[in-house]
């Protein structure tokens, strides 16, 4: 009788071990194929219900958010599991002996998937006073089911990871291409002769941004100037602002150079490709070196001005921003004349609204002062040495938003 119990219980270990090996032969292969995440689950559970004899068993699984990932012979409302709550303090394999949780009272064990400190998954397995595993001890059981959720849970994680490194390389991707996009925005080139000497300097905040500042040639005697703002940021700002961009360049190679059609153009192509949830500030003004006639729009963009040194004069004329009502209910176009050796600043709201680390702006008044100040210089080293005063004015607090200046120096 002794040898009788003794032969059973080898056979039962061996079919035991059989039994685990297969499991883990079953799930390697799963995994080595490549199978999806629903056929990884399905062969999990069939492993855990049909081979090892356990009819129930939930399984918790943090992907973005913790969510139930297998249900399996139990009736009860999972949804009632607060798993941040109600599991993740535990860190081994637990004996449920009695909860205030009324449904870990349903199960026997509580089994963690614990990687470095993160939890992966949480197993609530019922049911060991009847299964294929009785043989042995319920905790080397539970050990095997451990390593085997564990198998699942890191392949699982890992093909999230995978998804994740496909949908970031794709976000990299159009980074570059919006890059690329915003480069191409800005002017190759940017005269400097007897007539007139520009120079513009941009900071973006973040890898793409929304300013756009653009200088197109008329005529040997006449040329536009104009500076954007779009609002928000990254791909879809960019992508918006490089549409208007060429919708301006395109109607003004059209002859379409009256800036009040130009606005209300502009206006309805940014209502179509923002649909509302974006709008552009905008500024664009037209000289002529004969007349010496400046005329512009400011479409709700921060004040340009025109100095000599001495005196400014704010361009604060025009109308609300682009894209924030299908009609635009009011336009005023001014004309300013622009005597000898003036300067024309613009820039976006980056430059005014930088913050020092007392938090105070460093806003329009000071920029003029340090033109006046530095009035002789060169546009490039008059951009130059503005940079610099918003390094020093910002210690080390970051840019808050993306920051251009466009300087124009007319003779």
Known sequence: MIEDAIFHRLEDEL???DIKLNSLLEITKSINDNMSVENLVSIYTFILKEQLGFQRFVMFHKDEHWKCLIKEGYKGRVKDVNVEEDLLRFKEITVIESSHIRVLNDFDFIVPIIQGEHALAFLLIAGFEDHTLKPSSTLANLSFIQT???IIAVAIENKRLAKEELKQERIRKDLEVAREMQRLLFPSHLPSDKRIDLAATYKSRHEVGGDYYDFIRISDDEFIVCIGDVSGKGIGAAMLMASFQATLRTLISLGKLDLKYLIHALNEK???GAKGEK???FFIGRYNSKTRKFTYINAG?????ITNGKVSRSLDKGCIGLGMLEEIPFLEQDEVEITSNSTLVLY????VELENEEGEFFEMERLKKLIRNYYPLNMEDLNNLLFSKLDEWRGKKDYVDDTAIFSCRIF
């Open 348 to 351: 976006t709201d980056g430059v």
């Open 301 to 305: 963009h921060n004040h340009p001005f």
């Open 270 to 272: 940014v209502m179509q």
């Open 15 to 17: 079919l035991l071990k």
């Open 148 to 150: 085997l959720t564990n």
């Open 279 to 281: 709008f552009i500030t």
